[in-house]
T-cell receptor, first 112, second 112 residues
Framework: DGGITQSPKYLFRKEGQNVTLSCEQN?????MYWYRQDPGQGLRLIYY???????QKGDIAEGYSVSREKKESFPLTVTSAQKNPTAFYLC???????????FGEGSRLTVL | ELKVEQNPLFLSMQEGKNYTIYCNYS?????LYWYRQDPGKSLESLFV?????AVKQEGRLMASLDTKARLSTLHITAAVHDLSATYFC????????????FGTGTRLQVTL
């Protein structure tokens, strides 16, 4: 079945550590996105990528980094520079033609 | 700056009642989306509204779009407990890499 797989589902991190969240899609979608959701709030865009080896900052990119070496994969690294990393992280993808975003199941990061 | 405002932010309603959630957005957008989110879960796509005057219905939910007023509505008819969730609207300008800008969400609680 086609879809978007995020891992891990839950992640605990000590302060000062970098962590990487995985996002893989087998939908043959061109564009991929990372969003962050804080409790009781909407989603905010961190980074997005429209093609392999290219990506752009979203509204809240500080403290995060990404790579897009393969069409199927768009990992997000939460660095120690991110001051408040505890949140729910959602990966999404879409084709250029349709524009409709499909979301993964999310990764919940907690900083201890 | 793109801005999407939803109201109300919280809605408690009895089963069998009708209500409307409002979504105002700030720019000329190509598309308007409605998503549902259950607690701790990802987003589920409900409706995609592509043009002025578009109306879509699924079960007890009906969404409409007025691009001149920059307003979308999500109408709930004869609410049932299973509709309890958080509902998000999101606008998309396909000229900006298909990014979605989300509203803050409306948390709907349907009581028996």
């Amino acid at each position: 079945d086609g879809g978007i797989t995020q891992s891990p589902k839950y992640l605990f991190r000590k302060e000062g550590q970098n962590v990487t969240l995985s996002c893989e899609q087998n939908l043959n979608h061109d564009a991929m996105y990372w969003y962050r959701q804080d409790p009781g709030q909407g989603l905010r865009l961190i980074y997005y990528s429209q093609i392999v080896n290219d990506f752009q900052k979203g509204d809240i990119a500080e403290g995060y980094s990404v790579s897009r070496e393969k069409k199927e994969s768009f990992p997000l690294t939460v660095t120690s520079a991110q001051k408040n990393p505890t949140a729910f992280y959602l990966c999404a993808s879409t084709t250029v033609n349709t524009g409709e975003l499909f979301f993964g199941e999310g990764s919940r990061l907690t900083v201890l | 700056e793109l801005k999407v405002e939803q109201n109300p932010l919280f809605l408690s309603m009895q089963e069998g009642k009708n209500y409307t959630i409002y979504c105002n957005y700030s720019t000329t957008s190509d598309r308007l989306y409605w998503y549902r989110q259950d607690p701790g879960k990802s987003l589920e796509s409900l409706f995609v509204l592509l043009s002025n005057g578009a109306v879509k219905q699924e079960g007890r939910l009906m969404a409409s779009l007025d691009t001149k007023a920059r307003l979308s509505t999500l109408h709930i008819t004869a609410a049932v407990h299973d509709l309890s969730a958080t509902y998000f609207c999101a606008e998309q300008n396909t000229g900006t890499a298909s990014k979605l800008t989300f509203g803050t969400g409306t948390r709907l609680q349907v009581t028996l």
